[in-house]
């Protein structure tokens, strides 16, 4: 049976340091609700991936709260058996490497494993393995070791793995990162479908093509690791002043004669000029 999910998530105040001095997360406060999809974007080591983290369970903040349904997510709330049961049921996590993820002999072991730990039976297992196989057209990889696979043959299996276990809510690290257009499109679409299925999705990524493609909220991180805005994504996307801020822009600035242009760089928006005369 599955738990019931409720308030979904909450972040109060959740701070985190890495071996208790290097800063990754600095008084992030976050609300997730059900069916709520959000990116999560930052320029490259603002703390997108250790929040993820922090909502899979993996890490434990440093200070502050992390709750989950209503129940503080900890080491000691996750050695009770039920709400361990109930929170690795409900929350599936896909990482930015899939070689971390990926560790059985085969593909279809490594998308049963998941079923089989949550003790749904072997049968219903399999059921959903082939299930998830044939919707993300990997029936044919079923036999072959992950590391024969290419790179988004194994992204494809690492999300496989996770949306076996049918969770509520999904966090996807950098899901498009390193990935060829074909298969980028695909899982754009594979996204769009998840939340037309009402599943919650939460997204890091510094790419704000998806961004824009996916119309989720967004949450921006600064590079001092801080949520400084939490808003709908055509009211990031169009405020360049706090995109040059964080660092998902850039200004390049180059002359033609006495003219001088500026140029706002960044994988989504549209070079612009600006003249402005210098002497």
Known sequence: MRCAVENLMRLENVSYRYHGKIPALSDVNLEVHSGDHI???GANGSGKSTLLQIMAGLRY???????????EVSERSLRDKGFLRCFRQSVGYVFQDSDVQLFCPTVFDEILYGPLQLEIGEEEGK??????MEMLNIEHLKDRPS?????GE???????SV???????????EPTNGLDPKTQSFLVELMLALIEAGKTLIIGTHDLSLVDELRSNVAVLSENHRLVKIGKAEDVLSDEGLLLKVN?????IHRHGEAVHKHIHS?????????????
Not at 154 to 160: H, S, Y
């Open 39 to 41: 990116a999560i974007v």
């Open 61 to 71: 903040p440093m200070t502050g709260r992390f709750f989950f349904n209503g129940t």
């Open 127 to 132: 059921k959903r393995a082939f299930e998830v």
């Open 147 to 151: 590391y024969m696979l290419s790179g």
């Open 154 to 160: 194994k992204k494809k299996v690492a999300i496989a």
């Open 163 to 173: 949306l076996a276990m049918n969770p509520q809510v999904l966090l996807l690290d």
């Open 248 to 252: 998902l822009i850039h200004e390049h």
């Open 267 to 279: 994988h989504y928006l549209f070079h612009r000029h600006e003249p402005q005369n210098r002497r």
